[in-house]
DNA sequence: CATATGAATCGAGGAAATACGATACGATGA
DNA sequence: TCATCGTATCGTATTTCCTCGATTCATATG
């Protein structure tokens, strides 16, 4: 007989009893546009690193650079899945790679990287 | 007729041919294995991160602390879609909660989430 | 040019994440 | 205590992501 959960004039109606001024304050919440760009590009580098396979090859380009056959190892996983996440981490930017001969050689990009790495390590550390 | 792209033995056939001594190599290479613990709690972070809503929501919280109907406003979505990735951002460590009467307030829970984000959008930056 | 090899791409099936209505919960106040 | 309201959870339909065999591409070598 109610208003469904679906309806956004439910926050509206909300913010109504909350505030005096609710009107500004909707505003400025509705305001709250990161740009398009801004967030899709931080949104592919954070998807590429929420991979459990991904971190790992990650974890090993720390150590050097590998070619495709190397992280085929590290995985221990079929060729086209790994080539599948290599793509994934290049296209986000986090890594780079170099064709020498046959050989397909990763790198991670930037020192940015491990910063990454580093920080999200320790946030979940203390939850 | 031949092996099938599913071995992993190709990689160390093609490793062996790469390497004098492939075997110290291959050693290596298999004892890159991050603990379990480090790698899942950073994926835990980073699929947290990784998504257009949640990312908005960390953007409107760095400007203030705020309320559950709040954020509705902000994402224009229903209170529990809203209230689902509330819940991912508190599980990853990402923000923390109080409660005030029947309100929720939610805020960025460490400065290190403000580096993380900015780390991203620099990298995405130069791909 | 034919063959071998490391890597990239494609496509289909399965697995995981997401959206959201319905409902339950907890605090407030009449 | 009953109604209201902000929030949390549940169930499920939908969407997205992942896996991996098959195929194609590119380079090297006989």
Redesign the interface.
Known sequence: MSKT????D???S??ER?YDDPEE??AT??D???SEQ??????????A????DR??VL??LR?SE??G??L???L?????TVATHLRKLK????VKSRKKGK?SYYRI??T??F???D?????????
């Open positions: 959960d679906s309806s956004p439910e926050a509206y909300a913010l909350l304050r909707i919440l509705q709250i546009r990161p801004d967030v899709t590009g931080q949104e592919t580098v954070f998807k690193l929420g991979n459990e971190l790992r974890s090993a150590e590998c070619c056959c190397e085929q190892i590290v221990d996983a079929p060729q086209s296209e986000a930017g986090l050989w990009a930037d940015a990287v910063e990454l790495l920080l999200a390590h320790a946030i979940q550390e203390d939850v």
